[in-house]
């Protein structure tokens, strides 16, 4: 598992089963559920690695879409309106993307 290591499979489950229908997810709540909000700023910076699929350095709006999926295969992708209410929280410099120190950023607040 891709997480291995930083959260637990039971600890992302809950999370991922905590927002299974639309316009239901919401971060704060799922980095809390998931454990991430107690993790170390090197835990959450790996975690920012694995989610930004294309490893372009960002983590783009059509990768906050499958964000959950990132976490478990069989969960859904983000609406739209989840996704840019995602993204706008923690785009912090307007570009559009959400960079590692936005990331962090958003998963610490």
Known sequence: MAFAGILTDADIKAAVDGCKGADTFEYKKFFTACGLTSKTPEQVKKVFYIIDQDKSGFIEEEELKL?????????????????????????????????????AELVKA
């Open 67 to 103: 964000f959950l999926q990132t976490f478990s295969a069989g969960a859904r992708a983000l609406t739209d309106k989840e996704t840019k209410t995602f993204l706008s929280a923690g785009d912090k410099d307007g570009d559009g993307m959400l960079g590692v120190d936005e990331f």
